[in-house]
Protein backbone atom coordinates (compact mmCIF):
# COMPACT_ATOMS: atom_id res chain seq x y z
CA UNK A 1 0.00 0.00 0.00
CA UNK A 2 1.03 3.08 -0.94
CA UNK A 3 2.20 5.95 2.12
CA UNK A 4 -0.48 8.27 0.53
CA UNK A 5 -2.89 5.44 1.05
CA UNK A 6 -2.82 4.44 4.52
CA UNK A 7 -5.19 5.14 6.75
CA UNK A 8 -4.74 7.60 9.75
CA UNK A 9 -4.18 5.71 13.37
CA UNK A 10 -6.27 7.68 15.96
CA UNK A 11 -3.26 6.77 18.47
CA UNK A 12 -0.67 8.37 16.29
CA UNK A 13 -2.76 11.24 16.36
CA UNK A 14 -3.13 11.24 20.17
CA UNK A 15 0.39 10.44 20.52
CA UNK A 16 1.52 13.48 17.91
CA UNK A 17 -0.76 15.98 20.11
CA UNK A 18 -1.58 14.93 23.50
CA UNK A 19 0.73 17.41 25.49
CA UNK A 20 -2.14 20.17 23.24
CA UNK A 21 -5.07 18.93 25.58
CA UNK A 22 -4.97 21.24 28.75
CA UNK A 23 -7.28 24.22 27.91
CA UNK A 24 -5.72 27.23 29.01
CA UNK A 25 -8.25 29.55 30.99
CA UNK A 26 -6.52 32.64 30.92
CA UNK A 27 -6.89 32.49 27.11
CA UNK A 28 -10.66 31.33 27.35
CA UNK A 29 -11.67 33.96 29.53
CA UNK A 30 -9.35 37.07 27.51
CA UNK A 31 -10.73 35.75 24.20
CA UNK A 32 -14.20 35.73 25.26
CA UNK A 33 -14.32 38.88 27.51
CA UNK A 34 -12.89 40.95 24.87
CA UNK A 35 -15.17 39.58 21.90
CA UNK A 36 -18.42 40.07 23.78
CA UNK A 37 -17.62 43.21 25.32
CA UNK A 38 -16.43 45.07 22.24
CA UNK A 39 -19.05 43.61 20.42
CA UNK A 40 -21.94 44.84 22.64
CA UNK A 41 -19.86 48.03 22.66
CA UNK A 42 -20.33 48.38 18.85
CA UNK A 43 -24.29 47.16 19.45
CA UNK A 44 -24.80 50.41 21.40
CA UNK A 45 -22.86 52.89 19.24
CA UNK A 46 -25.10 51.31 16.58
CA UNK A 47 -28.19 52.75 18.54
CA UNK A 48 -26.43 56.31 18.94
CA UNK A 49 -26.93 59.54 17.01
CA UNK A 50 -24.16 59.10 14.78
CA UNK A 51 -24.00 59.27 11.08
CA UNK A 52 -26.06 55.93 8.74
CA UNK A 53 -22.50 54.79 7.64
CA UNK A 54 -20.39 54.67 10.86
CA UNK A 55 -23.58 52.80 13.00
CA UNK A 56 -23.84 50.45 9.99
CA UNK A 57 -20.23 49.61 10.54
CA UNK A 58 -20.79 49.56 14.11
CA UNK A 59 -23.42 47.14 13.94
CA UNK A 60 -21.75 44.66 11.26
CA UNK A 61 -18.66 44.78 13.05
CA UNK A 62 -20.89 43.97 16.72
CA UNK A 63 -22.24 40.93 14.73
CA UNK A 64 -18.71 39.77 13.69
CA UNK A 65 -17.46 39.95 17.44
CA UNK A 66 -20.72 38.56 18.74
CA UNK A 67 -20.35 35.42 16.22
CA UNK A 68 -17.04 34.82 17.70
CA UNK A 69 -18.22 34.84 21.47
CA UNK A 70 -21.17 32.43 20.43
CA UNK A 71 -18.90 30.11 18.86
CA UNK A 72 -17.53 29.10 22.29
CA UNK A 73 -20.68 27.69 22.77
CA UNK A 74 -18.95 24.44 21.03
CA UNK A 75 -16.00 24.93 23.29
CA UNK A 76 -18.47 24.01 26.17
CA UNK A 77 -19.49 20.49 24.96
CA UNK A 78 -15.99 19.41 24.92
CA UNK A 79 -14.70 21.50 27.80
CA UNK A 80 -17.12 20.83 30.11
CA UNK A 81 -15.17 21.09 33.09
CA UNK A 82 -14.86 24.84 32.73
CA UNK A 83 -17.78 25.54 35.29
CA UNK A 84 -17.05 28.91 35.48
CA UNK A 85 -16.46 30.20 32.39
CA UNK A 86 -19.80 28.04 31.31
CA UNK A 87 -20.99 30.78 33.82
CA UNK A 88 -19.39 33.76 32.02
CA UNK A 89 -20.34 32.91 28.64
CA UNK A 90 -23.97 32.52 29.49
CA UNK A 91 -23.78 36.13 30.81
CA UNK A 92 -21.94 37.73 28.18
CA UNK A 93 -23.42 35.59 25.10
CA UNK A 94 -25.92 32.95 25.60
CA UNK A 95 -28.90 34.75 27.63
CA UNK A 96 -28.63 38.22 25.79
CA UNK A 97 -28.59 36.32 22.27
CA UNK A 98 -31.09 34.09 23.52
CA UNK A 99 -28.93 31.30 22.56
CA UNK A 100 -27.94 29.29 25.88
CA UNK A 101 -26.18 25.64 26.21
CA UNK A 102 -29.10 23.94 26.90
CA UNK A 103 -30.27 24.39 22.59
CA UNK A 104 -26.85 22.92 21.84
CA UNK A 105 -25.90 20.61 24.53
CA UNK A 106 -28.91 17.56 23.85
CA UNK A 107 -27.79 17.87 19.66
CA UNK A 108 -23.78 17.44 20.07
CA UNK A 109 -23.89 14.56 22.40
CA UNK A 110 -24.75 12.29 19.19
CA UNK A 111 -22.54 14.09 16.83
CA UNK A 112 -19.46 12.70 17.79
CA UNK A 113 -21.06 9.17 18.34
CA UNK A 114 -20.39 6.31 15.76
CA UNK A 115 -23.30 4.93 15.84
CA UNK A 116 -25.17 8.00 15.30
CA UNK A 117 -22.94 10.46 12.90
CA UNK A 118 -24.30 11.20 9.62
CA UNK A 119 -27.87 9.02 10.24
CA UNK A 120 -31.05 10.59 10.81
CA UNK A 121 -30.03 10.28 14.56
CA UNK A 122 -27.73 13.16 13.96
CA UNK A 123 -29.38 16.62 14.36
CA UNK A 124 -26.29 18.22 12.92
CA UNK A 125 -26.52 16.39 9.63
CA UNK A 126 -28.63 17.03 6.71
CA UNK A 127 -29.15 14.86 3.91
CA UNK A 128 -28.16 17.39 0.87
CA UNK A 129 -27.22 15.22 -1.92
CA UNK A 130 -29.12 15.69 -4.87
CA UNK A 131 -31.25 18.60 -3.31
CA UNK A 132 -28.36 20.81 -1.86
CA UNK A 133 -30.45 23.87 -3.25
CA UNK A 134 -33.38 23.06 -1.33
CA UNK A 135 -31.90 22.18 1.95
CA UNK A 136 -29.66 25.50 1.62
CA UNK A 137 -32.24 27.79 1.22
CA UNK A 138 -34.43 26.50 3.80
CA UNK A 139 -31.46 27.17 6.38
CA UNK A 140 -31.00 30.63 4.77
CA UNK A 141 -35.15 31.06 5.58
CA UNK A 142 -35.31 29.79 8.95
CA UNK A 143 -32.69 32.10 10.26
CA UNK A 144 -35.24 34.59 9.42
CA UNK A 145 -37.83 33.49 12.12
CA UNK A 146 -34.66 32.54 14.55
CA UNK A 147 -35.67 35.85 17.01
CA UNK A 148 -38.75 35.13 17.08
CA UNK A 149 -38.75 31.65 17.76
CA UNK A 150 -36.49 32.05 20.72
CA UNK A 151 -38.89 34.37 21.79
CA UNK A 152 -41.33 32.45 22.02
CA UNK A 153 -39.18 29.32 23.06
CA UNK A 154 -38.26 31.22 26.67
CA UNK A 155 -41.29 34.11 27.00
CA UNK A 156 -44.09 31.31 26.68
CA UNK A 157 -43.05 28.14 26.83
CA UNK A 158 -40.72 28.31 29.60
CA UNK A 159 -43.45 29.40 31.81
CA UNK A 160 -46.19 27.21 30.07
CA UNK A 161 -44.47 24.31 30.81
CA UNK A 162 -44.65 24.68 34.62
CA UNK A 163 -48.34 24.54 34.46
CA UNK A 164 -49.00 22.04 31.63
CA UNK A 165 -46.14 19.71 32.00
CA UNK A 166 -46.70 17.69 28.30
CA UNK A 167 -45.05 21.30 27.20
CA UNK A 168 -41.79 20.25 28.79
CA UNK A 169 -42.02 16.65 27.64
CA UNK A 170 -43.47 16.47 24.12
CA UNK A 171 -43.42 20.78 22.47
CA UNK A 172 -40.29 21.85 23.58
CA UNK A 173 -37.50 19.13 22.66
CA UNK A 174 -39.45 19.60 19.16
CA UNK A 175 -39.49 22.99 18.91
CA UNK A 176 -36.57 25.17 19.30
CA UNK A 177 -32.90 23.55 19.20
CA UNK A 178 -29.48 24.01 17.52
CA UNK A 179 -30.55 20.91 14.89
CA UNK A 180 -29.33 21.42 11.49
CA UNK A 181 -31.77 18.59 10.23
CA UNK A 182 -35.50 20.03 10.90
CA UNK A 183 -37.92 18.39 12.12
CA UNK A 184 -35.81 17.02 14.43
CA UNK A 185 -36.16 15.75 18.49
CA UNK A 186 -34.00 16.72 20.49
CA UNK A 187 -32.62 14.18 23.48
CA UNK A 188 -33.52 14.85 27.08
CA UNK A 189 -30.65 16.40 28.87
CA UNK A 190 -28.34 14.29 31.33
CA UNK A 191 -29.71 14.44 34.52
CA UNK A 192 -26.22 16.04 36.24
CA UNK A 193 -26.62 19.15 33.97
CA UNK A 194 -30.67 19.48 34.31
CA UNK A 195 -30.49 22.29 37.01
CA UNK A 196 -28.06 23.99 35.89
CA UNK A 197 -30.26 24.13 32.61
CA UNK A 198 -33.21 24.92 34.40
CA UNK A 199 -31.93 28.21 35.65
CA UNK A 200 -29.98 29.75 32.75
CA UNK A 201 -33.44 28.74 31.17
CA UNK A 202 -35.12 30.97 33.46
CA UNK A 203 -32.83 33.48 32.93
CA UNK A 204 -33.54 33.38 29.27
CA UNK A 205 -37.20 33.66 29.98
CA UNK A 206 -36.68 37.12 32.30
CA UNK A 207 -34.53 38.36 29.08
CA UNK A 208 -37.28 37.67 27.05
CA UNK A 209 -39.75 39.80 28.57
CA UNK A 210 -36.94 42.33 29.20
CA UNK A 211 -37.38 42.86 25.72
CA UNK A 212 -41.06 43.46 25.61
CA UNK A 213 -40.45 45.94 28.72
CA UNK A 214 -38.37 47.60 26.15
CA UNK A 215 -40.75 47.59 23.38
CA UNK A 216 -43.59 48.98 25.67
CA UNK A 217 -40.86 52.14 26.81
CA UNK A 218 -41.03 53.18 23.33
CA UNK A 219 -37.56 51.62 22.61
CA UNK A 220 -38.39 49.10 20.03
CA UNK A 221 -35.52 50.64 17.96
CA UNK A 222 -33.04 48.32 20.32
CA UNK A 223 -35.06 44.84 19.80
CA UNK A 224 -35.15 45.14 16.16
CA UNK A 225 -31.95 45.73 15.98
CA UNK A 226 -31.16 42.72 18.64
CA UNK A 227 -33.24 40.73 16.16
CA UNK A 228 -30.98 41.65 13.22
CA UNK A 229 -28.15 40.88 15.23
CA UNK A 230 -29.40 37.30 15.78
CA UNK A 231 -30.70 36.62 12.27
CA UNK A 232 -26.88 37.89 11.04
CA UNK A 233 -24.77 35.88 13.55
CA UNK A 234 -27.20 32.47 12.39
CA UNK A 235 -26.36 33.67 8.86
CA UNK A 236 -22.95 33.69 9.86
CA UNK A 237 -22.81 30.35 11.00
CA UNK A 238 -25.06 29.20 8.34
CA UNK A 239 -22.20 29.92 5.69
CA UNK A 240 -19.53 28.97 7.47
CA UNK A 241 -21.42 25.35 8.02
CA UNK A 242 -21.66 25.08 3.83
CA UNK A 243 -17.93 25.82 3.19
CA UNK A 244 -16.33 24.14 6.59
CA UNK A 245 -17.58 21.38 8.22
CA UNK A 246 -19.31 18.36 6.93
CA UNK A 247 -20.03 17.19 3.10
CA UNK A 248 -23.43 16.16 4.12
CA UNK A 249 -24.21 12.84 2.44
CA UNK A 250 -26.35 11.07 4.57
CA UNK A 251 -26.27 7.15 5.66
CA UNK A 252 -28.22 4.49 6.92
CA UNK A 253 -25.54 3.62 9.41
CA UNK A 254 -22.95 6.05 12.04
CA UNK A 255 -18.99 6.34 11.00
CA UNK A 256 -16.16 5.47 13.27
CA UNK A 257 -14.00 8.71 14.00
CA UNK A 258 -11.16 8.25 10.86
CA UNK A 259 -14.64 8.09 8.78
CA UNK A 260 -16.44 11.44 10.25
CA UNK A 261 -12.98 13.34 9.49
CA UNK A 262 -12.85 12.26 5.82
CA UNK A 263 -16.33 13.29 5.81
CA UNK A 264 -15.38 16.74 7.02
CA UNK A 265 -13.21 19.54 5.90
CA UNK A 266 -9.85 21.65 7.27
CA UNK A 267 -10.07 25.35 6.07
CA UNK A 268 -5.79 25.82 6.01
CA UNK A 269 -6.38 29.38 5.59
CA UNK A 270 -5.61 32.67 7.82
CA UNK A 271 -7.20 34.86 4.96
CA UNK A 272 -9.71 37.55 6.71
CA UNK A 273 -12.55 35.90 5.59
CA UNK A 274 -11.54 32.07 7.31
CA UNK A 275 -11.03 33.84 10.27
CA UNK A 276 -14.01 35.94 10.37
CA UNK A 277 -16.54 32.90 9.17
CA UNK A 278 -14.60 30.06 11.14
CA UNK A 279 -13.75 31.75 14.64
CA UNK A 280 -12.44 29.38 17.67
CA UNK A 281 -10.72 26.66 15.96
CA UNK A 282 -14.14 26.42 13.47
CA UNK A 283 -11.42 26.00 10.56
CA UNK A 284 -10.11 22.74 11.51
CA UNK A 285 -13.16 20.45 11.94
CA UNK A 286 -12.26 17.57 9.88
CA UNK A 287 -9.13 17.28 12.63
CA UNK A 288 -11.84 17.86 15.12
CA UNK A 289 -13.37 14.62 14.63
CA UNK A 290 -10.32 13.02 14.84
CA UNK A 291 -9.36 14.64 18.02
CA UNK A 292 -12.64 16.11 19.76
CA UNK A 293 -10.24 16.80 23.29
CA UNK A 294 -8.15 19.30 22.05
CA UNK A 295 -9.22 22.96 23.33
CA UNK A 296 -9.86 25.45 20.44
CA UNK A 297 -6.31 27.10 21.05
CA UNK A 298 -4.26 23.90 20.14
CA UNK A 299 -6.00 23.23 16.63
CA UNK A 300 -3.07 25.17 14.99
CA UNK A 301 -0.66 23.41 16.56
CA UNK A 302 -2.16 20.08 16.16
CA UNK A 303 -3.23 20.75 12.03
CA UNK A 304 0.42 22.12 11.18
CA UNK A 305 2.16 18.70 13.16
CA UNK A 306 -0.17 16.36 11.49
CA UNK A 307 0.65 18.00 8.15
CA UNK A 308 4.15 17.77 8.62
CA UNK A 309 4.29 13.75 10.08
CA UNK A 310 2.01 13.00 7.30
CA UNK A 311 3.22 12.07 3.46
CA UNK A 312 2.23 14.80 0.68
CA UNK A 313 -0.76 13.15 -0.52
CA UNK A 314 -2.27 11.58 2.67
CA UNK A 315 -6.23 11.25 3.26
CA UNK A 316 -5.15 13.79 5.79
CA UNK A 317 -4.27 16.59 3.22
CA UNK A 318 -6.56 15.57 0.78
CA UNK A 319 -9.58 17.09 3.07
CA UNK A 320 -7.60 20.42 3.32
CA UNK A 321 -8.13 22.85 1.51
CA UNK A 322 -6.35 26.30 1.07
CA UNK A 323 -9.41 28.35 0.89
CA UNK A 324 -13.19 28.82 1.66
CA UNK A 325 -14.43 29.36 -1.89
CA UNK A 326 -12.93 25.44 -2.24
CA UNK A 327 -14.60 24.39 0.75
CA UNK A 328 -17.66 25.14 -1.03
CA UNK A 329 -16.36 23.44 -4.08
CA UNK A 330 -15.83 20.34 -1.97
CA UNK A 331 -19.62 19.95 -1.23
CA UNK A 332 -20.71 20.58 -3.90
CA UNK A 333 -19.19 18.14 -5.60
CA UNK A 334 -19.87 15.88 -2.78
CA UNK A 335 -23.37 16.71 -2.83
CA UNK A 336 -24.66 17.04 -6.77
CA UNK A 337 -26.42 14.30 -8.36
CA UNK A 338 -23.87 13.52 -10.05
CA UNK A 339 -21.23 12.39 -8.06
Not at 36 to 44: S, T
Not at 155 to 181: D, K, N, W
Amino acid sequence: MDATDQPINQRFVQRLVDDLRTPKASIFFGDLIASAGLGWLLFANALGPWNGFFRGMSFVVAAFLLYRALAFIHELFHQQSMAKFRFVWHVLAGVPLLIPFLLYLPIHQNHHSSKAYGTKEDGEYEHFKGRARLAIAKLFALNLALPLALWVRFALLTPLAVLHSPIRTQMIPEFVHLALRLPFRAADIKESSRAEAFAIEWMCAVFSWGLVCLCVLGYGEVVLLWAALVILIATLNTIRTLGATHLYVEGAEGRNAREQMLDSTNLDSRSPLALLLCPVGLRFHALHHIAPYLPYHALPEAHHRLMQALPQGSEYHQLTVPSFSQGLQRLWRATSERS
